[in-house]
């Protein structure tokens, strides 16, 4: 089964611009989790969908979103973006929303 | 917020050594799970081991669980220059998705 894809994989963006991250799950998966990573927080869990609705929601401001659609395809959106949206922006998924996470490569967003 | 907490921050063996991480945590959890990261890449499941569960072996890792400590510690013995990576520990509240990260802890392994 092919992995977890996210893309793009690098983006540099400048600040009050808007960006949407996609993420293909792995086949027969319906959970998807969306995390920031960055270097003072760490990991930081931001949402995540399962059969296309919003489950679970981490404490992050309004302009993060997100939506998952009917294949499981999900897409993050970041508008009027600041230095400080600048993270390793990971997404997972999972056959249920159980346990075991399989994570993408990422995507590495710049904001200047 | 997190969770987890990784001791130590970073730690540097030679190849065949045992390496030693652990984890605490604050709240009561369903499960915790160790996951590696290499360099700014995306994370891979190592481990799993719920509430009800002590101790766990898979390959070179054995995974224990305090949950009256509310700790974790993930060994790998026999370590190789491969295993050279940031280790996190993730617990799970609940049997859903959301997963609270350590800060995680830098292994760096020497030939």
């Known amino acids: 089964k092919a992995g977890v894809t996210q893309t793009p994989r690098y983006l540099i963006k400048t600040r009050g611009q808007q960006v949407t991250l996609s993420c293909s799950p792995i086949?027969?998966?319906?959970?998807v989790s969306w995390y920031q990573q960055t270097p003072g927080q760490g990991l930081q869990f931001l949402f995540e969908?399962?059969?296309?609705?919003?489950?679970n929601k981490g404490n992050f401001p309004g302009r993060f979103s997100g939506r998952q659609f009917s294949n499981s395809r999900s897409e993050m959106n970041v508008s009027t973006l600041e230095l400080g949206d600048s993270a390793l922006y990971l997404c997972?998924?999972?056959?249920?929303?159980?346990?075991?996470?399989?994570f993408g490569p990422g995507t590495r967003l710049t904001v200047l | 917020s997190q969770q987890g907490e990784e001791d130590p921050q970073a730690l540097s063996i030679q190849e065949g050594e045992n390496a030693t991480m652990n984890c605490s945590y604050k709240?009561?959890?369903?499960?915790l799970q160790w996951y590696r990261q290499n360099s700014g890449r995306g994370l891979v499941h190592l481990i799993l081991?719920?509430?009800?569960?002590r101790e766990k072996h898979s390959g070179r890792l054995r995974v224990t669980l305090d949950t009256s400590k509310k700790s974790s510690s993930l060994l790998i013995t026999a370590s190789r220059a491969a295993d050279t990576a940031s280790y996190f520990c993730?617990?799970?509240?609940?049997?859903?998705?959301?997963?609270?990260f350590g800060k995680g802890t830098m292994l760096l392994v020497s030939p």
């Open positions: 997972a998924s999972s056959p249920l929303g159980y346990n075991e996470q399989f």
């Open positions: 086949s027969g998966h319906r959970s």
């Open positions: 969908y399962f059969s296309e609705t919003q489950r």
């Open positions: 709240t009561s959890i369903n499960n």
């Open positions: 081991i719920r509430s009800n569960e």
């Open positions: 993730a617990t799970a509240t609940t049997g859903y998705s959301t997963l609270t």
